[in-house]
């Protein structure tokens, strides 16, 4: 059982609107997470962490996290269309980045 | 910000050959990381390293073998390349501070095709 669960699996928005990306962990051992970005050619590339229950907002974009239920969430409002990527969701059983678990990614779509 | 870079960048292999993909990192983190990334499955852990002279086992270590030679390099080795080893390797490294803005840094990936 993959232990850390995206959706959707592909996601289009057009320029402008607000993206919404969902995570959900099956390991209670997990309390930490981050959302990764993947531009087609490159490596992924980390956007944000989030390990206290509540929202963190870094410019566009805002994560939530639920710590009862394990469930994290991404927002990026205003999309634009460099925002076109793959975004994975990625969970560490401890505070620094060690031994990440990812999911399987949520593939981006702007329409212009 | 940090620098990761992988060698080669592409890499056709026989079945049952050696293979031995690079990775340098220029930060002096002590921590790096194999990944490899297949449609469906996102980035498994293959193996990963706290420093030199250490290597540990990931996810999925069947079939790999990792060196870390020194603080900046990590290989990952493939004695006997197989098919089912075709796919994309990533490299990472980062350190284990404990703190918000502990992060893992990307290389730019190498694409192993194995015939």
């Known amino acids: 059982q993959q232990k850390v669960q995206q959706s959707p699996e592909s996601l289009s928005v057009p320029e402008g609107g607000m993206a919404s990306f969902n995570c959900t962990s099956s390991d209670r051992n997990f309390q930490y997470f981050w959302w990764y970005r993947q531009h087609s050619g490159e490596g992924p590339k980390a956007l944000m962490s989030i390990f206290s229950d509540g929202d963190k907002k870094e410019g566009r974009f805002t994560a939530h996290l639920n710590k009862a239920s394990l469930h994290v969430s991404l927002h990026i409002r205003d999309s634009q269309p460099s925002d076109s990527a793959l975004y994975f969701c990625a969970a560490s059983e401890t505070g620094g980045a060690d031994r990440l678990t990812f999911g399987k990614g949520t593939q981006l779509i702007i329409q212009p | 910000e940090a620098a990761v870079t992988q060698s080669p960048r592409n890499k056709v292999a026989v079945t049952g050959g050696k293979v031995t993909l690079s990775c340098n990192q220029t930060?002096?983190?002590?921590?790096m990381y194999w990944y490899r990334q297949d449609t469906g499955h996102g980035l498994r852990l293959i193996h990963y390293s706290y420093g030199a002279g250490s290597t540990e086992k990931g996810d999925i270590p069947d079939g790999y073998k990792a060196s870390r030679p020194s603080q900046e390099n990590f290989s990952l080795i493939l004695e006997l390349a197989t098919p089912s080893q075709t796919s994309v390797y990533f490299c990472?490294?980062?350190?284990?501070?404990?703190?918000?803005?502990?992060?893992?840094?990307f290389g730019p990936g190498t694409r192993l095709l194995v015939l």
């Open positions: 990472a490294s980062g350190d284990r501070l404990g703190a918000l803005q502990d992060t893992q840094y």
């Open positions: 930060n002096n983190h002590n921590n």
